[in-house]
């Protein structure tokens, strides 16, 4: 299948920086690209879509200041969680989707965010 | 609104074949997929359906019934590596993929 990569895979920052999380489709094409979370046990929430040249659109109770998407290129897509708090830690995962094979939306490999 | 319910646990037994249900109810349809997580570890692709029947992909099929909402993934000869939370997700009318909560098997030897 298609790789998506996404960087750091962990981060460790203080309250109230912010951290930037890449992902990158690298064998293929993506015009649209997708931010999801996830706690422990639990499964994933879509945070946002992130469409290529144009804003993201967030989901209900996702706030857009705090989590800036930019999809600059057609295999790059980034996340910024700006001034996190412990409540920000989390598991961010990206995906990407392949509109040339079948609609296939394929994961990064996650980033683990520790907030102190 | 959106709905995706599968079993959250399950268990079996090493090279025997289980099958994880997944029911929904979802603002359109535009396919099914089932993925499976490693703890710590980001999803990885399974099985896609868009139309009715079985799609058998190697010791794992999935089966999908629109009219009903239904979906199940069947896997054969299990092993203890098959432990690992499986996800089912729908791609709405609007094209995001809404998961389920995962189901978490366990195989036993």
């Known amino acids: 299948g298609a790789v998506v990569s996404q960087h750091p895979s962990r981060v460790i920052c203080k309250s109230g920086t912010s951290v930037k999380i890449e992902c990158r489709s690298l064998?293929?094409?993506?015009?649209?690209m997708f931010w999801y979370r996830q706690f422990p046990k639990k499964s994933l929430m879509l945070m946002a879509t992130s469409n290529e040249g144009s804003k993201a659109t967030y989901e209900q109770g996702v706030e857009k200041d705090k989590f800036l998407i930019n999809h600059a290129s057609l295999t790059l897509s980034t996340l910024t969680v700006t001034s996190a708090h412990p409540e920000d830690s989390s598991f961010y995962i990206c995906?990407?989707?392949?509109?040339?094979?079948?609609?296939?939306?394929?994961f990064g490999p996650g980033t683990r965010l520790t907030v102190t | 609104g959106q709905n995706i319910d599968q079993p959250t646990e399950m268990t079996a037994t090493e090279g025997a074949i289980v099958q994880i249900n997944c029911t929904y109810q979802t603002s359109g349809f535009n396919g099914l997929f089932w993925y499976q997580q490693h703890a710590g570890e980001a999803p990885t692709f399974l099985s896609y359906?868009?139309?009715?029947g079985l799609e058998e992909k190697g010791r794992f099929s999935s089966f999908l019934s629109r009219s009903k909402g239904y979906s199940y993934l069947l896997l054969k000869e299990l092993q203890m590596k098959d432990s690992a939370s499986y996800l089912c997700a729908v791609r709405d009318k609007g094209g995001k993929l809404i998961f389920g909560q995962g189901t978490e098997l366990s195989v036993k030897p």
């Open positions: 359906n868009v139309l009715d």
């Open positions: 995906s990407a989707r392949d509109q040339g094979a079948r609609n296939e939306q394929y």
């Open positions: 064998d293929f094409q993506a015009t649209t």
